[in-house]
């Protein structure tokens, strides 16, 4: 796997070239339809092809990242941390949501150990880059040390260009931690300043108490850490996960090595937030794969300045939305290398149609 640190990759990410767009979308304006007629697949396919110089996909990947928090015994989650490891070893399995909506997809799925409270044996799928037995209790103190923020963004960094080394054309974004909706909505209120009220929502299904204990967390972590959202490094070390941290850097690597990603719901957004923070361009390489129900993922959305491809009410994380996602992607590169040009087709341009 290639070695890469956090100022080489950002030193790397370029705004993908307008010049590119415009060559794909003329393209797609020879073809013989109605100019526009198929909507946001025709952005799908002219954004892809501008990224990769590529109208095909090779390979497809969804990188879940796993990871625990501390943040768990404030009584945020519906459900005991011990799930994390349980559904990890589910998904390598093959027998999750993900594993399902993957083989749909044609996408691979590689699980990625960033920090889970589990020792695993060496097992085919996971990646085992575990950074600590999960963060610390974020409502307490710091989540993790700034040496552990940039290691789990290096992970990813280094995730993304193996990716790009191997012929992986498209690059998904999941992720799995018990009470991990917890240290995404204070990252999303760390850099907006929103009320955190706001940006929070039910996660797994916390009933009213749980989610008056939830808030409170939240605003105790931000009151006691005070993240400096002028240092996105700094955001995600005191109110982070180590699995978040990890798709930052998955998203900052695709960006940096040329590759477009797929974001997953709510906790992904909340790394390629952190990626977009890091550095604006991110944004280019970022396709956002679904609305989620939790409240704050519109304004994550917003400030990435991202349009998301589905709203189907999801809410369970793991990279599922991701992998739908790539299947409309992957009909739209059809759909560019397969329709005729009006004067291939011998289809009169123009005109009432």
């Not at 990646?127 to 600590?132: D, E, G, H, R, S």
């Not at 690059?171 to 300043?193: E, H, R």
């Not at 108490?209 to 240092?231: F, H, M, Q, T, V």
């Not at 955001?235 to 930052?248: H, M, Q, S, Y």
Request: overall charge negative; proline content about 4%.
């Amino acid at each position: 796997m290639p070695s890469i640190d956090l100022h080489t990759a950002l030193d790397r990410i370029k705004p993908v070239a307008d010049e590119k767009l415009a060559e794909a979308q003329a393209r797609i304006d020879s073809q013989a339809k109605p100019q526009g007629s198929l909507g946001r697949l025709e952005e799908f396919a002219r954004r892809y092809v501008a990224i990769t110089g590529r109208d095909n996909i090779r390979r497809k990947v969804v990188f879940t990242f796993a990871g625990d928090h501390g943040v768990v015994a404030e009584g945020v989650s519906a459900f005991p941390a011990e799930v994390t490891p349980q559904m990890v070893l589910n998904f390598i399995d093959g027998g999750a949501a993900i594993n399902a909506l993957a083989r749909h997809a044609g996408a691979e799925v590689i699980v990625v150990d960033m920090g889970v409270n589990y020792d695993f044996p060496p097992l085919d799928g996971l990646l085992q880059k575990k950074v600590a037995r999960g963060t610390a209790n974020l409502a307490e103190g710091p989540a993790m040390s700034r040496e552990q923020a940039v290691a789990s963004l290096v992970t990813g960094i280094e995730l993304a260009f193996s990716c790009a080394e191997d012929g992986i054309d498209l690059v998904g974004t999941g992720d799995m931690g018990i009470g991990n909706t917890t240290p995404s909505s204070a990252i999303l209120a760390a850099f907006s300043g929103l009320p955190v009220e706001d940006l929070t929502h039910r996660g797994t299904g916390i009933d009213d108490a749980g989610l008056a204990r939830k808030l409170s967390a939240i605003r105790r972590g931000l009151e006691i850490n005070r993240p400096d959202s002028g240092d996105p490094v700094d955001v995600l070390a005191k109110v982070g996960g180590f699995e978040i941290g990890g798709i930052a850097g998955l998203v900052l690597g695709c960006a940096a090595a040329g590759l477009p990603v797929v974001v997953d719901g709510f906790i992904s957004t909340a790394g390629a937030l952190i990626a977009s923070e890091l550095h604006p361009s991110v944004r280019d390489y970022i396709f956002a794969a679904h609305q989620s129900v939790e409240i704050g993922h519109r304004h994550m959305l917003q400030r990435i300045g991202q349009q998301p491809i589905l709203d189907l009410d999801l809410r369970l994380g793991e990279g599922t939305g991701g992998a739908l996602a790539m299947s409309l992607i992957e009909g739209a590169l059809r759909a560019y290398r397969e329709i005729r040009t009006f004067d291939d087709a011998g289809v009169s341009a123009g005109g009432d149609r």
